[in-house]
């Protein structure tokens, strides 16, 4: 089926085609009806004026000579960028390294299950943005309250994605494995976790776009840089444009993280796909 | 390699009492025989084989393997178990498969690999070395699963119905391998199978199960010599005879299905 849709040139370039219509569409009907001022600039600037903005927002202030790092870090949006990145790493690692083993130990464990369970099921529905005003009293300004917010959102989907994976090993493996003289370490290395693998990689698939979400309400409160702090900071001076940059420059950072996610399971997951892989 | 099924009963707790899954079973099987347990669903033959594997304990009874009476107390690598459903490891290649108990044993890699090729080559499954399960057949995948068991070099191989999700021909094939491979590693092996035809194509010893209780009904001694052949006319006296005990099991399980579905 794939190979077909390969082999014939024509109908892939019908399919691009197809795919970039509505997008096309929708810039060019939105640039008309901005360059012909029916709508007022500060209500919806036109995409001209974005991608300008978006090209100042971008570009270096300083040249080349100066060295690469400070180069790169003369622009504003590669600075807040980055800030996002960093955070977004680092409160998915925190939440991430706690739900991981804790989830495994829930999973393998009904006796931790029955422990945990009930606090983790009041806790879950609490949306990480709620917490705000607790994280700035317990952790001030600056860092460390957007990470305490990002770990809580990464968090959850993490737990119960791995305790749903731990829990749904078919059993068949697991005693085909102690047939054939695995001991409970080994099951659970061997068996337990990589049998559980495609769950805890799509849970922290929606734990890297929670944190995501979190990042940049945590930067419109907390910090004062990265991209959430920037289009906070437009909306004060009626920079719509520069909004606009901004919210594109979120989309298309979600975008390559969600598609270097996706690299990352068809590498670990080889197996697990369908026959279409061969 | 002696195996003694001593006077085994197995209760399971059902909603409402308790179901005799095994009753009084007294059974002998000696080294390097090929051993059918025949029967119904219900009738006990894979709790019967899964208490031979360690998976399940006896209620009452013994199962001694050479006179150790804890033998079938725990799984081991010394009863290597082949599954209906395969159960390999999707996440393995087919010889990581293989390699596995190999690994748990402790073995050197380089004898590892000696000996996974060996057997690759046994079950013609050389240039399926690097694939996954999925990418395999069902016939293919058996083979698998048996090379995995057959890595281990344990004297007894238990099989729960491996080839009762195979086409009809793909069996025909697999159930000759199978042989050809007892006569070559001279394995014990118990043999679960509802399929009659089967069962007299295989085994030394056909043992016809009852439906609940699970007791043995006759411990048939098939005499033909090999290869078998299922249109022959001692073939099918002896599958008319089998069928005919089997069949009055059946009715038994038909009846109490009836029954269980009036009385609720």
Redesign the interface.
């Known amino acids: 089926m794939a190979a077909v849709l390969a082999s014939s040139g024509a109908s892939r370039t019908a399919r691009l085609l197809r795919g970039v219509l509505i997008p096309l569409a929708v810039v060019v009907i939105w640039q008309i009806v901005t360059g012909l001022e029916w709508i007022n600039p500060i209500i919806l600037p036109s995409p001209v004026a974005v991608v300008t903005k978006w090209w100042q927002y971008l570009k270096p202030t300083v040249t080349m000579a100066d060295g690469l790092g400070a180069w790169l870090h003369s622009s504003e949006l590669l600075t807040d960028a980055a800030n996002s990145l960093y955070r977004v790493v680092m409160g998915f690692l925190v939440g991430t390294v706690i739900a991981l083993p804790l989830g495994l130990l829930m999973g393998t464990s009904t006796r931790v299950y029955g422990l945990f369970n009930p606090l983790v099921q009041v806790v879950r529905p609490i949306p990480p943005i709620a917490y705000i005003p607790l994280a700035i009293l317990w952790f001030g300004l600056g860092n460390p309250p957007a990470f305490f917010l990002i770990a809580l959102g990464a968090f959850f989907p993490v737990l119960m994605n791995t305790i749903a994976g731990v829990r749904h090993v078919d059993g068949?493996?697991l005693?085909?494995?102690?047939?054939?003289?695995?001991?409970q370490f080994?099951i659970f290395r061997?068996?337990i976790m990589?049998?559980a693998?495609p769950y805890i990689l799509s849970g922290i698939r929606i734990g890297i776009g929670t944190a995501f979400i979190v990042v940049i309400v945590a930067e419109m409160i907390a910090v004062n840089n990265g991209l959430g702090y920037r289009i906070l900071e437009a909306r004060e001076y009626m920079w719509s444009d520069k909004i606009i940059a901004g919210m594109l420059t979120i989309g298309l950072l979600g975008l390559v993280i969600d598609l270097g996610m996706d690299r990352l399971n068809n590498h670990l997951l080889?197996?697990?796909r369908?026959?279409e892989t061969? | 390699m002696l195996i003694e099924i001593d006077n085994v009963n197995k209760q399971f707790a059902v909603p409402g009492g308790t179901v005799d899954a095994l009753k009084d079973i007294d059974l002998n099987i000696g080294a390097g025989e090929f051993v059918c347990l025949l029967g119904p669903s219900g009738c006990g033959k894979s709790t019967l084989l899964n208490a031979l594997?360690g998976?399940v304990q006896p209620s009452s009874g013994a199962i001694r393997i050479d006179g150790r009476a804890d033998a079938a107390a725990e799984?081991?690598?010394d009863?290597?178990?082949v599954?209906q459903?395969y159960?390999?490891?999707?996440?393995?290649t087919v010889a990581q498969n293989i390699a596995?108990?190999l690994e748990?044993?402790g073995m050197k890699r380089a004898e590892i690999n000696e000996r996974v090729d060996l057997l690759l080559g046994k079950l013609n499954l050389r240039e399926f070395r690097e694939r996954?399960?999925?990418?395999l057949s069902g016939g293919m995948r058996q083979r698998v699963a048996i090379a995995?068991v057959l890595a281990?070099d344990s004297p007894i191989m238990l099989m729960d119905e491996p080839f009762g999700a195979l086409d009809a021909l793909t069996r025909r094939t697999l159930q000759d391998e199978l042989l050809r491979i007892w006569e070559e590693f001279k394995k014990t092996i118990i043999f679960v199978t509802h399929s009659i035809e089967e069962s007299i194509y295989l085994a030394d010893r056909v043992v016809v199960m009852t439906y609940r209780p699970g007791t043995v009904k006759r411990d048939v001694v098939i005499e033909l010599p090999r290869p078998r052949d299922t249109a022959g006319s001692e073939f099918n006296e002896l599958k008319k005879e089998l069928a005919q005990m089997v069949m009055e099991e059946q009715m038994r399980f038909a009846q109490s299905e009836i029954r269980g579905v009036t009385a609720d």
């Open positions: 068949i493996y005693r085909a494995a102690r047939n054939l003289g695995a001991s080994t061997r068996v990589p049998a693998t080889k197996w697990h369908g026959l061969k | 594997a998976f799984p081991g690598p009863r290597g178990m599954f459903e159960a390999l490891f999707p996440w393995m596995f108990g748990i044993k996954f399960p999925r990418d995995r281990l």
